[in-house]
């Protein structure tokens, strides 16, 4: 019971996910948004479950004066601010909520995101060493896209972008499209071990 | 002013697999197309008598969908040249109705491909049940799983595991799953600690029922501890911003990328590396793969990932169904090789390939 | 320490300040590294010069956040330049809902920084008769499409709220047919729509402002023809400013050429510090 | 400078970040932890909005009982607190594992496999332009070594060795040419955050 139920809501959710794929009828198509619509919904269930994991993680914390519990009451404070903004005052464009979004959120974001161009130089700059045939063609592919698509390119020699373009679309294309190809399979075949209840770490394992 | 010829041939078909509500018109360009300014086209129901305007398209263009007919109604269609706003009709079609289809004719190779797929996999998946020795070649990041865990265990440091950053319909997220499922059995055995951030709410309730069940499997369930998996937050530079606090203050030993990873890639798994921990990685994001492979120990590359489950638990079944995997690949050359071949006899096979 | 171990084993802090300052530097020195054209960037800038002045319009769609400003901003300031100074009309419109306040900024700044210059009534821009932006719209699919019909049908008030009707331009371009070309600023797959719908239905001409990421994968359409022309990252940015200035028609350089100096300065900085590695690293296994 | 106190906000929040290039520091732990809290606070409310209203109570409201189904499994999430139903929660699960696993398998076929076949196949098209042509052997070459890097089931002997060898080949050299070529895209948000710090906060730059 404990495992053959949910492994039969698992085999027939998955199979009618497959067989929606091909049946163009409208039929077809609501039962597939409905189903989506459904899963929107279990989204939020677990949320409230993931929020709760949140909230006891930093209110332990807080609670048992852990180090750095002050900026447990930070995250908590600044969730539950954020959450009464959005839930009382809406919203909309030019709220509050937007407002803190554009200046808090979005600046948070972005700095995050730019750490990678520093991150890049430092790993670079450890790891690119021609220890091995291998690693020296990571060296060597790296440094002439590098070189190539920068203005100084043309100078090292006239056709040396137009070499960096070609890098990029003829053996760079080939190695993704292999990487692919064998993703696909592999996704695949978790996936539909997944249906047929082959793979079910998410029971337990072992029978 | 000169007469302008009209379009001719006019033909409507019912659109093939769709959902209804959409009939196609295909007609010859009129003679004088580089004359005028466009086409205009024109419906009545068979029932009724005047003709409405329902689209109209630029010159050379020969092809119109009108996606917005009655499923069931029968219609008629004319095709004017439009000439300083003067129309020259062309004779009305053949009579059309629209209709929602049942099957979409045009994956049917999908759906070959799917049952081809199952069928091979069902067939080494029962070839395992009856005990017949599997072959796994050696892959380094999965062999060094042991040594990863071992390391954190003598260090008395956590282990820190993040399950990538895709939600559950990424498939790299549940095979990420099963591989966490393995590792928690490996833990399980020692006393330490582990950490399995989550972006998603689905994949934070996924993983804590894996990891609990891996210790329950092991016979420790006492050992699981709730605050082993944890749940950050779905902003994606928010999550890498914590996961960077995480290995800066609670210093694991061994670090786990394993999954769906974006531009956040390099973010974590570098500061990783600058805190020292034994870093191993995987993902079929060949984007984000570059970064990993500079800046981890390990990584396991595209397919690897998904073969990894099989590769640590060595169960019978799941190595049936890495045998399949390789047979898939083999067809896949196979029509490489074949239809490249036949092409040069003039034999273009390439049709076959298409989805719609 | 042995030389050759220093440079081998230098603190990834030294890298980061020297990074920081080396981005930073380029904003206040007037060094230029010279900019060599890609062909896709010269192809729009060409295809812009061949229409005629005071004709058709030009739909730029400003469908970027400000997360991919850098590189697509000044892609709009450079493209507005050259078709203000060749006397060709601007319609702005958005289907990104983060659009609209970039598109607002980079077209004041524009019209602004002309008509400062502007010596004379027919020197300087005039909203409504020389550009207009029309706001944002949801739907992009259908919205693009119904602009093939009637572009005010689909935006019958501009962004600011004002009829479009009782605009001189819009009673003058009333779909694609007065439109010479559409160019879309994008970092995500928006060019894919505009090929797919507008161009096979209404033949009309695509351009595309894109991020480096997105940019290879049109290197396709561009070979068959669907996309005129291209600007790609920020150094598709500084090469079209660079050509807007050589023709005459800015006076200075935008921030793109700034960018790609900053850019330029990293690039040379990762490599001489991989060099350094390798020489270090080659050192020290000689010695072993 | 900016008179602005939200330019402000945005400018101090941008170095707190900066800050952890030196090291974790107080300024980079209050910025972490004051961004997972707002980005939570955020979805909350955003969620709230946009999914559960339109797609629960809107609908149940309007008496469309179908929506009794996903809020039932929803509740099932909570079952993990009561030990005897706790096996409950696994029925969400197995929905949201088989709804994932379900959309996968046809979208990978087509979008991965087919499509990718379709585009390595060489025709005699492909010679039209003899380098292009060239090209495409080269490609097809690449994508047939790195496949065979992939098999598991067989020990890389034989014809599989030098196959799978010229296959991490391929894949390193792609590997280097995308790290290189990203290192291009991902400066300029760096100077998209320094152009904020100059501009509209310090106001050195126009």
């Given amino acids: 019971m404990k495992r053959i139920i949910p492994l039969f809501i698992c085999l027939l959710i998955g199979f009618s996910m497959i067989i929606q794929f091909f049946i163009p009828h409208p039929t077809s ?166 249906i047929l209840g082959i793979e079910r770490a998410w029971l337990g394992g072992k029978e | 002013m000169l007469a302008i010829l009209p379009p001719t041939d006019l033909q409507a078909i019912d659109k093939p697999n769709d959902a209804g509500s959409s009939v196609n018109l295909s007609w010859k360009l009129s003679s004088d197309d580089s004359m005028i300014d466009g086409y205009v086209i024109l419906r009545r129901l068979v029932s009724d008598t005047t003709y409405h305007e329902i689209g109209l398209t630029g010159r050379g263009v020969s092809f119109f969908e009108d996606e917005g007919t009655q499923d069931g109604q029968e219609y008629v269609y004319i095709v004017a040249s439009v000439k300083n706003s003067r129309l020259f009709t062309s004779e009305p079609s053949n009579n059309a109705t629209s209709y929602p289809q049942v099957f979409h004719t045009g994956r049917i190779n999908v759906l070959l491909c799917i049952a081809l797929f199952t069928a091979f996999l069902g067939y080494f998946v029962s070839q395992a049940r009856t005990g017949k020795e599997l072959f796994i070649r050696r892959i380094p990041g999965l062999a060094a799983v042991d040594e ?103 210093r694991p030993a061994t670090n786990f990328f394993i999954g769906r990873f974006w531009a956040e890639s390099l973010i974590i798994a570098e500061t990783g590396a600058q805190t020292g921990a034994f870093q191993i990685a995987g993902s079929d994001s060949v984007l984000q793969l570059p970064f990993f492979v500079t800046a981890c120990d390990y990584t396991l590359i595209g397919e690897e990932l998904y073969a990894a489950s099989a590769y640590l638990s060595r169960e019978p079944l799941l190595l049936g169904s890495l045998t399949a995997q390789d047979y898939g690949k083999i067809i896949v050359l196979v029509i490489l090789f074949g239809f490249t071949l036949f092409s040069f006899f003039n034999i273009n096979l390439l049709a076959l390939l298409e989805v719609q | ?174 779909n694609y047919k007065e439109v010479a070309i559409a160019i879309v600023l994008s ?43 291209m600007m790609s990252g920020m150094k598709g940015a500084a090469e079209y400013e660079k050509l807007v200035l050589e023709h005459g028609y800015a006076r200075e350089l935008g921030t793109a050429e700034t960018g790609m100096n900053s850019q330029s300065m990293i690039h040379i900085l990762i490599i001489v510090f991989i060099l350094l590695g390798n020489i270090g690293y080659f050192f020290s296994r000689r010695q072993k | 400078m900016s008179t602005d106190p939200w330019i402000w906000i945005g400018a101090f929040l941008t170095l707190m970040i900066f800050s952890f290039l030196f090291k974790d520091n107080p300024f980079y732990k209050f910025g972490e932890h004051l961004f997972v809290g707002v980005a939570n606070g955020y979805y909350i409310a955003l969620y709230w909005h946009n999914s559960l209203k339109p797609n629960l109570f809107d609908p149940l409201s309007a008496g469309n009982y179908l929506y009794i189904i996903p809020l039932l499994l929803g509740l099932m999430y909570f079952t993990r607190f009561i030990p005897k139903i706790s096996w409950l929660v696994r029925i969400p699960i197995g929905f949201m594992i088989g709804w994932g696993a379900g959309l996968a398998i046809p979208a990978h076929f087509q979008a991965e496999i087919l499509r990718q076949l379709e585009g390595t196949v060489i025709t005699p098209e492909s010679f039209t332009n003899i380098t292009a042509g060239i090209w495409s052997v080269i490609i097809m070459v690449g994508v047939v070594c790195t496949l065979v890097y992939f098999f598991f089931s067989r020990e890389h002997k034989g014809i599989l060795k030098p196959t799978s060898r010229l296959g991490i080949i391929f894949i390193m050299i792609g590997f280097g040419a995308s790290f290189g070529y990203t290192v291009m895209a991902r400066v300029s948000l760096l100077i998209g955050r320094i152009q904020f710090l100059l501009g509209p906060w310090l106001g050195l730059i126009r």
């Fill in chain 2, 148 to 250: 990863a865990v071992g390391r954190a265990t003598e260090m008395g440091k956590p282990i820190l595991y993040v399950p990538g950053l895709g939600d559950i319909d990424w498939t790299a997220t549940i095979a990420s799953m099963n591989i966490l499922g393995e590792v928690a059995k490996k833990i399980a055995l020692y006393d330490t600690p582990l950490i399995v951030p989550n972006r998603w709410s689905v994949t934070y309730t996924v993983s804590k029922e894996v990891v609990k069940e891996a210790f329950v499997t092991e016979g420790r369930p006492d050992k699981f501890k709730e605050d082993y998996v944890r749940y950050l937050t779905e902003a994606q530079f928010g999550f890498a911003a914590a996961v960077n606090g995480i290995m800066m203050r609670e």
């Fill in chain 3, 1 to 174: 320490m042995k030389w050759y171990e220093v440079i081998s084993t230098i603190d990834r802090r030294i890298i980061y300040v020297l990074l920081t300052v080396l981005v930073i530097l380029p904003f206040f020195t007037r060094v230029t590294i010279p900019q060599n054209i890609m062909p896709q960037t010269q192809r729009l800038f060409d295809f812009i010069e061949s229409v005629p002045p005071n004709d058709k319009a030009v739909i730029m769609t400003f469908d970027y956040s400000p997360q991919t400003m850098p590189e697509c901003h000044p892609m709009a300031k450079a493209l507005l330049k050259h078709c203000f100074a060749r006397n060709i009309p601007v319609i702005g419109v958005s289907f990104d809902p983060q659009g609209p306040g970039l598109a607002v900024d980079a077209i004041t700044s524009v019209v602004d920084r002309i008509n400062h210059y502007a010596t004379s009534k027919e020197d300087s821009l005039v909203y409504g008769k020389d550009y207009v932006y029309l706001g944002w719209k949801s739907g992009r699919i259908a919205a693009m499409l119904d602009m093939g019909e009637s572009i005010a049908g689909v935006f019958p008030r501009d962004y600011f709220g004002t009829s479009v009707d009782s605009f001189p331009l819009m009673q003058r371009i009333r």
């Fill in chain 1, 29 to 194: 198509l609501e039962f597939g948004s409905t189903i989506y619509k459904w899963v929107i919904v279990l989204i939020v269930f677990a949320l409230v479950l993931a929020i709760g994991n949140l909230i006891r993680h930093h209110g332990t914390k807080i609670r048992r004066q852990k180090k750095d519990w002050p900026y447990s009451i930070v995250t908590l404070s600044s969730m539950i601010g954020m959450a009464i903004i959005g839930l009382f005052w809406g919203i909309q464009a030019e709220s509050l909520f937007q407002k803190i979004y554009l200046n808090v959120f979005a600046p948070l974001s972005a700095t995050m995101f730019a750490l990678l161009a520093y991150y890049m130089a430092s790993a670079a700059y450890r790891a690119f060493r021609a220890r091995s045939l291998e690693a020296t063609l990571l060296l060597a592919a790296a440094f002439i896209v590098m070189i190539g698509f920068m203005p100084f390119g043309q100078y090292i020699h006239p056709r040396f972008p137009a070499f960096a373009e070609w890098v990029m679309r003829v053996p760079n294309m080939a190695s993704q499209r292999g990487i692919l190809l064998g993703v696909a399979f592999g996704a695949i075949a978790t996936a539909l071990k997944i």
């Fill in chain 3, 187 to 229: 970092a995500a797959a928006y060019p894919d729509d505009w090929i797919r719908y507008p161009q096979t239905r209404y033949g009309v001409n695509i351009g595309a402002g894109l991020t480096a990421v997105m940019a290879p994968k049109y290197y396709p359409f561009l070979q068959t023809g669907q996309i005129a022309g």
